[in-house]
């Protein structure tokens, strides 16, 4: 997570705007700034905004899930199921 970058980005843009822009409550934005990180299913409309406001907008700002590939090695790591 990045949290600084999730930080510089509701600054620039400002928490009112990204509220509006992502039709999500205020307090939406400010959990994710809590959590270091956006909701991937924002990425579109926060990376707009970050265009016009020439703000960088990092893919680690953001909550991506992880490849099956990853999961399905971490399960294995745990040993079999009962």
């Not at 907008?57 to 899930?65: P, Y």
């Amino acid at each position: 997570m990045h949290k600084e970058s999730v930080d510089q980005i509701v600054s620039a843009i400002g928490l009112p705007r990204l509220a509006v822009e992502l039709g999500v409550s205020r307090h939406s934005i400010r959990a994710a700034k809590n959590a270091g990180s956006f909701p991937a299913s924002w990425y579109a409309t926060v990376r707009q905004l970050c265009d016009r406001h020439n703000v960088p907008c990092a893919l680690a700002a953001f909550n991506w899930r992880k490849p099956v590939e990853e999961m399905t090695a971490t399960h294995e790591d745990q040993g079999p199921s009962i």
